[in-house]
Nanobody, 123 residues
Framework: QVQLVESGGGLVQAGGSLKLSCAAS????????MGWFRQAPGKDREFVAHINWSGGSIYYADSVKGRFTISRDNAKNTVYLQMNSLKPEDTAVYYCAAHYSGTYYYTASYDYWGQGTQVTVSS
């Protein structure tokens, strides 16, 4: 069982930065790959970034590539999402999620989800 709690969201102007954190409970955190997803009002939840258990394999959605960086600290049971050069279209609720197997960009592959943190980017 893994419980996930996101933090770090807020209101930022376009071009600004935010760093999201996702703290996980449970000793098995290091066994899970982690993903960040986001959901804007009226839209489906979409994949943002993924990192495997060791941090050696990372994927990004094309829309955030070059602006966002995912990382993890297994000693702290935490995964991060550094978001730079934010745009109004990045406005959404951001969720972290954990999975053991399956395709990384499918929400159905994930076993555990956090409650989400709101990111709002003003123009």
């Amino acid at each position: 069982q893994v419980q996930l709690v996101e933090s770090g969201g807020g209101l930022v102007q376009a071009g600004g930065s935010l760093k999201l954190s996702c703290a996980a409970s449970g000793r098995t955190f290091r066994n899970y790959a982690m993903g960040w997803f986001r959901q804007a009002p009226g839209k489906d939840r979409e994949f943002v970034a993924h990192i495997n258990w060791s941090g050696g394999s990372i994927y990004y959605a094309d829309s955030v590539k070059g602006r966002f960086t995912i990382s993890r600290d297994n000693a702290k049971n935490t995964v991060y999402l550094q978001m730079n050069s934010l745009k109004p279209e990045d406005t959404a609720v951001y969720y972290c999620a954990a999975h053991y197997s399956g395709t990384y960009y499918y929400t159905a592959s994930y076993d555990y989800w956090g409650q989400g943190t709101q990111v709002t980017v003003s123009s």
